[in-house]
């Protein structure tokens, strides 16, 4: 789920480069709240604090609120479709949880690639 938030904060799973819709701004200016907030709790408390105690609740609950208002939850969970895909072409079906039959048992990359190409299309 790491690699999904990450390629969402970056901007990977936007339609476009610029787009309205992007996870991207948003994120950053959560990342500034939160890095303001830690900035405000080491002068208050007068000790050093955890920076990600502060940057990571802001930024993976801005892209969970923005994902789950979008309806793209779970597209932002299970991530891009062609990471999905090249994950099946390199460890088979099984990786996406589905079941093995006999022939993918034995090593027979036809069904992996096949299922992969499903996916693509």
């Known amino acids: 789920a790491a690699k999904q938030l990450l ?4 901007g990977h ?4 480069c ?3 819709n992007s996870y ?4 950053v200016v959560a990342y500034a709240i939160g890095l303001l907030m830690a900035n405000a709790a080491v002068y208050l408390m007068n000790m ?3 920076a990600l105690l502060y940057l990571v609740p802001m930024t993976v609950g801005t892209l969970s609120f923005l ?8 597209m932002l969970w299970e991530g891009p479709k062609i990471i999905r895909t090249a994950d099946v072409l390199l460890y088979g079906p099984e990786y996406e949880g589905i ?6 048992a034995q090593g ?9 190409s499903n996916l693509v299309t």
């Open 67 to 74: 994902g789950w208002r979008r309806k793209e939850l779970a």
């Open 24 to 27: 991207f701004y948003p994120s």
């Open 13 to 16: 799973s936007n339609k476009t």
């Open 99 to 104: 079941p093995q039959d006999e022939d993918t």
């Open 7 to 10: 390629a969402a904060v970056s």
């Open 48 to 50: 050093g604090q955890p």
């Open 108 to 116: 027979d990359k036809a069904n992996a690639n096949q299922h992969a």
């Open 18 to 20: 610029c787009s309205h």
